[in-house]
């Protein structure tokens, strides 16, 4: 993941609070699907604090949401 998100950031100042945060809350799944839950709201809240403090834009953001899904998902299956 971090590997991914280096490359992304040649480019793109993809978020990585957003990435570790969403990966954290769907690695969480396994555990619990209410804790997953309670996480990815708090996943959320941090991608938003993001964005209203300025650090930044809606495409670096999904950019760092969906890399951290992605890698939370890959995650459960292995």
């Known amino acids: ?3 991914i998100m280096a490359f992304l950031n040649l480019k793109l100042k ?3 609070h957003a990435g570790v945060a969403f990966y954290i809350s769907i690695s969480l799944f396994s555990l619990s ?3 997953s839950l309670i996480f990815f709201m708090l ?6 604090s ?3 403090l300025g650090r930044h834009d809606f495409p670096e953001l999904v950019a760092g949401m969906t890399v951290g899904i992605f890698f939370g ?6």
């Not at 996943?43 to 938003?48: D, H, V």
């Not at 998902?73 to 292995?78: A, E, G, K, R, T």
Request: aromatic residues 12%; glycine residues 4%.
């Open 33 to 35: 699907p209410w804790t």
């Open 1 to 3: 993941m971090m590997l």
């Open 43 to 48: 996943a959320s809240g941090t991608t938003w």
């Open 50 to 52: 993001r964005s209203l």
């Open 14 to 16: 993809a978020s990585l």
């Open 73 to 78: 998902l890959v995650s459960l299956f292995l």
